[in-house]
Each structure stands twice: as structure tokens, then as C-alpha cells.
């Protein structure tokens, strides 16, 4: 059984940085795994995706620069560093687990487990 727990999210002022952690149970190696933030009216936007390995990274254009996803497979956790906050960071943060890299890395309807989220907000 899959299961995905995110921790790290807290509440920053304009500038911070978090690591966002996503502990993952019940995958193994194929399995894809990517982070992804939604704000209340929004869709679900893809961020970032690795395999387990760190091969097959995939970042959104939004975010380039600013986020780095890296995973440690003894661990089977895949951590998500945000640099250089800001209020439109604030959102919920989720992690979602694929069987295969999907076609499109970033698009939420590819994967097939999910996490509950955990939520930053940023102030200014």
C-alpha cells in the first residue's frame, strides 16, 4: 500500500526558505514522485518530479531557479527546497506518487497517489 506524508510547511516572512519533506512508504524504484501547490480557486499546479534515483528531474517554468526537489531513496523521502519566499509561494502543498514517469511530469492527472498536504504561507 502507498502511502505519502509531506511535513515542513510553516508560516515565513518575504525572503525565507523551507524544506518541505514528503516520507514515502510502499514505492520502489520506477515509481515517480512529484511535488505540486494549490491555492483555494485554483488548479493544482505541478512544480517539480523525480524519480526515487534522481534522474528524470522535470521542474515547472514558474519555479525555476527557486525550487530544487531531491530525493534520498535510503530514506524514501523526496524533499522539496523553495529559496527566496514570497506571498504568491503561499499555498497547500501536496506530493504525489506515480507507477512510471508520466508523459507529462507536471500534470496532476497522471499520478496515482497522493499525499494530504502541508501548507506555507508567506507574509510579507
Known amino acids: 500500500r502507498v502511502q505519502l506524508v509531506e511535513s515542513g510547511g510553516d508560516s515565513v516572512q518575504t525572503g525565507g526558505s523551507l524544506r518541505l519533506s514528503c516520507a514515502a512508504s510502499?514505492?520502489?524504484?520506477?515509481?515517480?514522485v512529484g511535488w505540486f501547490r494549490q491555492t483555494l480557486g485554483k488548479e493544482r499546479e505541478g512544480i517539480a518530479g523525480?524519480?526515487?534515483?534522481?534522474?528524470?528531474?522535470s521542474y515547472g517554468g514558474s519555479v525555476k531557479g527557486r525550487f530544487s526537489i531531491s530525493p534520498d531513496s535510503r530514506k524514501n523521502t523526496v524533499y522539496l527546497q523553495i529559496d527566496s519566499l514570497n506571498p504568491e509561494d503561499t499555498a497547500m502543498y501536496y506530493c504525489?506518487?506515480?507507477?512510471?514517469?508520466?508523459?507529462?511530469?507536471?500534470?496532476?492527472?497522471?499520478?496515482?497517489?497522493w499525499g494530504q498536504g502541508t501548507q506555507v504561507t508567506v507574509s510579507s
Open positions: 504525489a506518487a506515480a507507477r512510471a514517469r508520466p508523459v507529462a511530469p507536471l500534470n496532476r492527472q497522471h499520478y496515482d497517489y
Open positions: 510502499g514505492i520502489y524504484g520506477g515509481y515517480y
Open positions: 523525480t524519480y526515487m534515483d534522481g534522474h528524470g528531474k
